[in-house]
């Protein structure tokens, strides 16, 4: 049975950086593309950065130059590392491969406040 477990999120300042985590149990990581996305009451689920299994990357226009997706294949993990955070990245992360569409983890929570 596939779980997703997001970590890392938490209360920042602008400006502010976070590294979120997402474990993967089982399947195998590096068999798959991966992504993170982000979700407000308001909205949808949005893809925010992709990371191919050849570790290919690619970001949404709202967070390019500020996030970095990165994978540790050994730890079955993806890492978002998240730059100069702004109050409109307040959001809950998930993690899944869009391929897949794994039952969905809890989500980390985000705010971005001064």
């Known amino acids: 049975q596939v779980q997703l477990v997001e970590s890392g999120g938490g209360l920042v300042q602008p400006g502010g950086s976070l590294r979120l985590s997402c474990a993967l149990s089982?399947?195998?990581?590096?068999?798959?593309?991966m992504g993170w996305y982000r979700q407000t009451p308001e909205k949808q689920r949005d893809l925010v950065a992709t990371?191919?299994?050849?570790?290919?990357?690619n970001y949404a226009d709202s967070v390019k130059g500020r996030f970095t997706i990165s994978r540790d294949n050994a730890k079955n993990t993806i890492y978002l590392q998240m730059n100069n955070l702004k109050p409109e990245d307040t959001a809950v992360y998930y993690c899944?491969?869009?391929?897949?569409?794994?039952?969905w983890g809890q989500g980390t929570q985000v705010t971005v406040s001064s």
């Open positions: 899944n491969a869009p391929s897949r569409n794994w039952p």
């Open positions: 089982g399947d195998i990581l590096s068999n798959w593309n």
């Open positions: 990371v191919t299994t050849a570790r290919t990357t």
